[in-house]
């Protein structure tokens, strides 16, 4: 056995015990499309990327790439370390004694299913959003891996100079149609925990959760304006290349969208047009100031385990995030399976 073989063997169990941590068994794809990443890349021997960069049409990367797959996934049949902590079921992969989650999925999907359609409405509304210039749907929504009780997480990108009047709107729309988050509130309501804009599409906070996390997300509407911003921002975030051994081929999935209204995009424009110049100037910056010290008088915003920020460049609402508690239990596994090299991951930055 090559030491590059036992890289990627350990890569792949990392992988995969990462989405355990979610009750997400993988397919041979998604381990290979979310790979954790090595101390060396170990891909570039088993697969031809000069091969892919050249090809530009998607279905036939999505050919090569499959059938390069079975070069990886072929030491789940022959290595003892692999076979002794891995089972597949149905096409996925899961750890040992870990069965239960493949249909725990389908039921997830099931659900998310049902939560699209039901938001596709919502997101139809928010079209009148001033300044709103891409809207993204993040977390367990992306990833298809909903509960009944699951909310739906949104990641808007403002106009620069504008981002506290979008969440004004956003604000407004989403409590007028009685979808808001609040509190224990969760269930098919929309959580607005993260904006950024246009100038400032790079997320700061660099980790192995937050690599996981943005690699999933989605773009909800589709025209050429959304999918250029889209792409934008994934090359503004291409450290997520450093925990993710093939985060450029992300770009291949296809992801569901909704076309936009032009008498929406209309009325969006005619707002545009009227908080335009200094009109718009003094209303961003009273929302602004009204807005900052609600927020900063809220004692939970200040919880151990989670990050709030505020500026003009980005609004992130994490007080309670997941990353404190996926963070600690993947190194506890890692550590459990004796592969320590994986077990050192530190959050984004996070509340102490």
């Known amino acids: 056995m090559s030491t590059d073989q036992t890289k990627l063997e350990k890569q792949i169990i990392a992988t995969v015990v990462y989405y355990d941590i979610l009750n997400y068994p993988l397919t041979g794809f998604e381990i290979f499309s979310y790979l954790i990443k090595g101390n060396i890349n170990v891909i570039s021997s088993l697969l031809n990327h000069n091969v892919l960069q050249q090809d530009q049409n998607d279905n036939k990367k999505l050919e090569i790439v499959n059938l390069k797959l079975s070069d990886i996934i072929e030491t789940l049949d022959t290595n003892e370390f692999l076979k002794n902590n891995l089972d597949q079921k149905l096409g996925f992969y899961f750890l040992k004694g870990r069965e239960e989650i493949v249909q725990e999925r389908s039921d997830r ?33 992306s990833l298809g891996n909903t509960r009944k009780d699951s909310d739906i997480d949104l990641m808007i990108v403002a106009k620069k100079g504008r981002i506290w009047t979008v969440r004004t709107f956003f604000t407004f729309l989403t409590s007028l149609l009685k979808v808001r988050r609040h509190k224990d509130r969760t269930e098919d309501m929309i959580c607005l925990n993260h904006y950024i804009t246009d100038k400032s599409l790079r997320i700061p906070f660099e980790s192995l959760y937050t690599a996981q996390l943005y690699c999933h997300i989605l773009s909800i509407y589709d025209s050429n304006e959304d999918r250029k911003l889209f792409l934008k921002f994934q090359k503004e975030n291409e450290w997520m290349k450093k925990y993710l051994e093939n985060y450029e081929f992300s770009a291949l999935e296809g992801l569901r969208s909704i076309k936009k209204n032009k008498v929406l995009s209309f009325i969006s424009k005619l707002f545009e047009f009227i908080l335009s110049g200094k009109i718009g100037d003094r209303f961003e910056k009273k929302m602004s100031e009204i807005q900052t010290n609600r927020i900063k008088k809220d004692p939970l915003n200040m919880k151990k385990g989670g990050r709030i920020t505020i500026s003009d460049k980005q609004l992130e609402f994490h007080p309670d995030s997941h990353e404190s508690r996926i963070i600690p239990k993947f190194n506890q596994k890692m550590q459990e399976l004796g592969v320590p090299e994986f077990a050192d991951q530190k959050d984004s930055g996070l509340n102490e």
């Open 109 to 141: 999907k099931k659900i998310w299913d049902k939560k699209w359609k039901k938001s596709k409405r919502i997101f139809w509304i928010m079209q009148i959003a001033p300044f709103s210039r891409l809207v993204m749907g993040s977390g367990s929504f």
